[in-house]
């Protein structure tokens, strides 16, 4: 049977994307290295098919070979925070065109991409997570200008929150501080404003593309967000207000990053015309978020 394949599928995105499409009935086979903590995909676990990655003798010929893919979700991502440029490279543009060149070798169809709001057009002088931004639009090049023979989808994911999240995650790392009634929780001023968006509400807007991709241009680009950007210290205080922490909140105690975008916002029109829109209102996700973390 024709399978999808989803890559980053023990990430904090591609873990919940992989949950929804075997709750869906997809044929689902996970792309992941030997070194992947498995732990955000073990509910699952049986439901879905596991292939295991070996960069050294790069076996995606076998992974092709054995299963009938016309489909690739890519999540994976290398953030650059502790890499060297190579590693990079490797993960976010090398790695997802050889999974493309082995791909159109045999039943490729469709490349859904995970893209980034810091790679738009009107933030291309910003210096923050260059080298990572930098990779993420190398790849969407070769994507949009060498696509041939299969459709082409980037989704380009505004500011995702969520339960759950890797601790050093912004949202993640607050969240936890506050829970845990931390004395001081030192911040920048937070006057930058972001389009935060709940991860289910993301991983509905993936399925939406999925099940519309017939009405779908064979290369197309969607903003995911909820349409309204509020700042930073809105949503810290937000998250205040719903955990009731007693810790103080220092804005200014951290200097704001040299090149830091100061508004963003998705155009989410493009997905409402396919029939999603947001369902979740800040407080009620942070809400949630919440009382998942602390089961």
Known sequence: MNKILITGATGFLGSKILKKLVEDDYNVV????????????????????????????????????????????????????????????????????????????????????????????????????????????YFLDYLFCKREGFKAVNLRLEHIFGEFDSDNKFVTDVLHKMLKSEKEVLLTDGLQKRDFVYVEDVVNAYLKVLRNIDSIANISEFEVGRGESVSVRQFVELMAEQTKSKSKLFFGGISTRKGEIQNSVANILPLNDLGWKPIYDLKTAIRKMIELELR
Request: aromatic share 14%.
């Open 30 to 137: 996970a792309l992941v290295r030997k070194t992947s903590n498995l732990n955000r995909i073990e509910s699952v676990k049986g439901d879905f098919d596991l292939f295991y990655f070996n960069e050294k003798s790069n076996n995606l010929n076998e992974l092709f070979e054995n299963y009938k893919i016309e489909t690739i979700i890519h999540t994976a991502t290398e953030y650059g925070r502790n890499a060297k440029t190579s590693e990079v490279l490797k993960t976010n543009v090398i790695f997802p065109i050889q999974l493309i060149e082995f791909g159109l070798e045999r039943d490729l169809k469709l490349f859904i991409n995970s893209d980034t709001f810091f790679g738009k057009p009107e933030y291309s002088n910003s210096a923050y997570l260059n080298q990572y931004t930098n990779s993420k639009k």
